[in-house]
């Protein structure tokens, strides 16, 4: 970044790019052409960034210096007798760093769902042009709450920058909503415990649109689910975990993160890392095996963490003191 300090030309100018980025990114969706898709993923991801970037840079005091807005590594130096933080290289703020930097510049957090479009930046290098279109129109779907809330932030017009585009992303983005709550219908029978969210994603393309084949079974583990994006169908107990991390695969991601366990356990009695333990669910979402009581020689509460495998009435280390026993 050239300028050394943030005027309103180079506010216009970051906005003026993400703009660019945003329409070039529809107009290669809206092309038939399969390969285009990618580019379209690109750009559309690009601009999102960028706008957000851009929102950074409109709530810093102006003349800062653009890098120690948008930089995304800093080291301490030593300045003469001055201790100063200075951008340790060229390289700017992903997706992750954008959402910490809006809580720590107080702007409010970005809508929509980022995660989305981080996903697809990621996933870009390995898109199958099949699977592209879809891809695309659900990122394009993701981002529109979030576009929207940057040009507030911006107090701009999306109608006026990106015209046409605009409406288009609107257009996708009414479509998506009605097909994933064509999607959430079918699962509305299930009997699925405290009414657990439904959230499902493919495990083979990542589309959100995934159904259940037959909308009037209400059992769990009789569950077929088929994505509507890419066709392809999970049953029994992978179905189950479609299911199973879309509702705590965030949960047990954070917790893993932060070295903790759970929510998401090997079930004790069926083997499947289907278990869910948390504050509001304590049984196998596969073969609905509860642990419940107390162990039988120290008293101590049973739960999914700590009971013993092989029977289900002791703790693990008290079941290893009785193993020893018998071999003595
Ligand atoms: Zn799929
Ligand atoms: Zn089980
Ligand atoms: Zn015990």
């Given at each position: 970044m050239p300028n050394k300090k943030i005027t309103s030309d180079l506010l216009q100018g970051l906005t003026h790019n993400a703009i660019a980025s945003l329409r070039m990114g529809v107009e290669d969706y809206q092309s038939n052409d399969a390969d285009r898709q990618l580019s379209a993923a690109r750009n559309f991801a690009a601009g999102t960034l960028l706008l957000g970037k851009a929102c950074l840079v409109n709530a810093a005091p102006p003349n800062s210096d653009p890098m120690a807005v948008l930089g995304a590594k800093f080291s301490p130096v030593i300045e003469g007798n001055e201790f100063v933080i200075k951008p340790a290289s060229a390289a700017t703020i992903d997706v992750e760093q954008l959402k910490k930097r809006f809580r720590d510049f107080g702007l409010p957090a970005p809508r929509g769902d980022l995660d989305r479009l981080t996903k697809l930046r990621n996933a870009i290098e390995h898109l199958h042009t099949d699977q592209g279109p879809q891809q695309v129109k659900e990122a394009i779907a993701a981002c529109f709450p979030t576009v929207l809330?940057?040009?507030?932030?911006?107090?701009?017009s999306p109608l006026e920058d990106l015209g046409a585009a605009w409406e288009t992303m609107q257009a996708v983005?009414?479509?998506q909503k009605e097909e994933a709550a064509r999607c959430a219908k079918t699962f509305e029978a299930v009997d699925w415990p405290n009414s657990l969210p439904i959230r499902p994603e493919c495990p083979e393309c990542g589309s959100a649109l995934v159904a259940q084949k037959n909308p009037a079974n209400s059992d769990p583990v009789m569950i077929k689910l088929r994505c509507l994006s890419c066709g392809?169908?999970?049953?029994?107990?992978?179905?189950i975990a479609v299911l199973v991390e879309g509702a705590f695969g965030g949960e047990a991601f954070r917790a893993a993160r932060d070295g903790a366990n759970g929510p998401i356990y090997?079930?004790?009695e069926c083997g499947h890392s289907l278990y869910i333990a948390n504050s509001e669910v304590n049984t196998c979402l596969y073969c609905g095996y509860e642990v419940d009581g107390a162990c039988s020689v120290c008293g101590e509460r049973l739960g999914v963490g700590n009971v013993d495998?092989?029977?289900?009435?002791?703790?693990?280390?008290h079941a290893y003191v009785a193993s020893k026993e018998r071999y003595r």
């Open positions: 809330g940057f040009f507030e932030l911006l107090g701009r983005e009414s479509f392809s169908e999970k049953d029994d107990y992978q179905a090997d079930c004790p495998w092989e029977d289900h009435s002791l703790c693990s280390y």
